[in-house]
């Protein structure tokens, strides 16, 4: 009986210190890009400065807040109380294996808005906590930033 209940007792510990993860969401933050696609130049600056501010912050990457530099630099949007990044994404779009397809519906469904433009071309816009989770999707074959465009010469 004393097994039993420490058994019990064992299980119920591991069960509360366990965390749960939605399938398919990265929540940590790699310097390393994944090597399953390619990045834009743009994106890897991006990435190398993201991750260094992130790190920098001392905070969680859900906690975490650009600063107005990185805003700035980035063309980073502000929506709701999360900052997002705008760009482009190409993915593979043969159906051979349904487990390496990319499913935009379950990104949706995170909060990631994507459009898609051409068939396995869409633009992005996603909350900067949840780019680890897209650019780790399977069937992802290219990753651009997007960056806001201003205008040449202001009007006065």
């Known amino acids: 009986m004393k097994k039993v209940l420490f058994s019990l007792t064992c299980l119920v510990m ?13 929540s940590t933050l790699s310097e390393e890009l994944p090597k399953t696609a390619r990045f834009s130049n743009q994106f890897k600056v991006f990435w190398n ?54 499913d935009p519906e379950k990104l949706k469904g995170m909060g990631i808005t994507l ?6 071309i869409y633009s992005f816009r996603c909350p900067l906590a949840l780019l680890p989770t897209l650019i780790n999707q399977p ?18």
């Open 14 to 26: 591991l069960a509360g210190c366990s965390t749960a993860k939605k399938a398919g969401e990265v």
């Open 139 to 156: 069937g992802m074959k290219t990753v651009e930033a997007g960056k806001q465009l201003k205008p040449l010469h202001e009007n006065k």
């Open 49 to 102: 400065d993201f991750v260094s501010e992130v790190k920098q912050s001392g905070k969680s990457l859900k906690k975490y807040k650009p600063t107005q530099e990185m805003v700035d630099y980035y063309g980073l949007v502000k929506a709701g109380n999360q900052y997002v990044l705008t760009g482009f994404i190409q993915v593979d779009s043969k159906k051979e294996d349904a487990t390496k397809n990319f």
């Open 115 to 120: 459009n898609e433009m051409i068939t396995g």
